[in-house]
């Protein structure tokens, strides 16, 4: 087989991808290693920067997203029972979505099956060949059966555990890495949100996120022990422990109900240099991963695309330079996202080895922001997504 585009993954970058190419006439295959169902049952994040919501549009496959949507104008930090509010719109002129990634995967397949392009699920072994060379292709093998895809170029959209980041040589990469040492805890309850907009919680008990899909939907995080595991954690233990983490104004308010599902993520910061080694070009989790707090995963995956899809597209009409540069310009952008999710993420939790002096430099920062509105600006422009 031979096509223009060999996508390996096909979570939201690969079909993010896959779509805005198709409407520029460039034919792809995506090659996913799970079952469509499998892809859609994971939980991810659900806030979408003004950039992604733009993608998403430009795509074709908005018009959902545009109904069902919810927009935030702003978020509400809070230290133990001490709280403020970061205007979005204040300070940006923007503001963000709530729009859970599954939905988004969803709308992205249908569309992707709505066009006829293809998508290979179950697809094992994938493997990348001569992508130095101009002779690239990719394997991979279906039912038992071989397959070949002779390609102009790959993007590796297969997450942190794929396999197209290790296609480049270690001679060529270089990984800087940051593991945190807690996890988040989440669940999803069938019920309405604690507040109409997201609370980020310090607390002298480590951090809390109080976040929503949609009005009957809530999606709510506690900083954990990396040694803890799910089934450590009823449901009655785990709303105790939220509302010992929030403003007593919100635990009173809190409704709680049965969990249908909980889950434990590490946090890791990882970036990979170079993004792209001859003709194939990394994108999204494949490149790097950023601790959600800031919920910047999905939109810096999305930023990748852009640069990308526009990069390729200009290939195709015969300029280079946007694929050339590929790599400068994705890491910029996904550089100040690390600093940004690395700094909620110590402004908010709480470290085993904190001193009472790293504490009271914690405290400090919390005040500073609250009282300070050109720093609640800084938050707020990473927060709705610096400019592509
Ligand atoms: N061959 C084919 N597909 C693979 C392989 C492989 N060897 N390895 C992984 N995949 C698939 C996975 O099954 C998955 O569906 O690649 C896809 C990668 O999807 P994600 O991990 O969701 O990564 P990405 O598409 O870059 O999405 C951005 O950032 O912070 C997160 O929540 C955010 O998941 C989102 C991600
Ligand atoms: C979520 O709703 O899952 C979410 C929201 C914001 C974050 C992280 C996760 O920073």
């Known amino acids: 087989m031979r096509t223009q585009v060999c996508i390996i993954g096909g979570g939201p970058s690969g079909l993010l991808l896959g779509q805005l190419l198709h409407r520029q006439g460039i034919e792809t295959v995506i090659l996913e290693r799970k079952t469509k169902d499998y892809v859609l049952g994971r939980i991810r994040a659900g806030i979408l920067e003004r950039g992604t919501v733009g993608l998403m549009r430009e795509a ?16 509400v930090i809070s230290y133990g029972d001490d709280q403020f509010r970061i205007d979005f719109t204040e300070h940006t ?10 939905e988004m995967t969803r709308d992205l397949y249908e569309a992707r099956e709505a066009v006829g392009a293809l998508i ?22 279906k039912d038992g059966t071989e397959h070949r895809i002779d390609c102009d170029f790959i993007a590796g959209c297969d997450g942190f555990h794929g396999v197209s980041r290790q296609a480049i040589p270690l001679s060529t990469r270089r990984e800087y890495e940051k593991i945190y040492p807690f996890g988040w805890l989440g669940v999803l309850s069938e019920t309405p949100p604690v507040h109409e907009e997201l609370i ?5 008990r480590g951090f809390a996120l109080c976040s929503m899909r949609n009005a009957n939907l809530s999606r709510y995080y506690i900083q954990c022990s990396l040694s803890d595991s799910p089934s450590d954690w009823t449901d009655a233990a785990f709303w105790q422990e939220l509302k010992r983490r929030i403003p007593g ?9 049965p969990t249908i599902e909980k889950s434990i993520a590490p946090l890791r910061s990882f970036v990979t240099e170079p993004m792209r080694w001859g003709r194939l070009f990394l994108c999204g989790d494949a490149a790097h991963i950023v601790p959600p707090t800031g919920a910047k995963g999905l939109n810096t ?25 590929y790599s400068e310009r994705a890491l910029a952008r996904v550089w100040k996202a690390e600093r940004f999710s690395w700094s909620m ?21 919390v005040a500073f922001l609250r009282s300070n509105t050109q720093a609640q600006s800084v938050l707020a422009q990473n927060y709705i997504g610096l400019p592509y």
């Open 200 to 204: 980020y919680a310090g607390s002298e």
């Open 249 to 257: 104004e919100h635990a009173d308010a809190l409704v709680t109900g």
């Open 301 to 325: 995956a999305a930023s990748d695309v852009h640069y990308l899809y526009t990069g390729l597209t200009q290939h195709y009409q015969g300029d280079d330079e946007g694929l050339e540069r």
């Open 93 to 102: 002129g923007s503001h963000v979505v709530v729009y859970g990634q599954t």
């Open 345 to 365: 993420t110590n402004l908010l939790h709480r470290y085993p080895d904190m001193s009472p002096f790293d504490i009271k430099m914690q405290q400090a920062d």
């Open 120 to 141: 290979v699920y179950e697809a094992e072994g994938v493997t990348i060949h001569g992508a130095d060379s101009d002779a690239a292709h990719v394997t991979y093998v």
């Open 60 to 75: 074709g496959v908005g018009a959902r997203m545009d109904r069902e949507c919810f927009v935030h104008d702003g978020t």
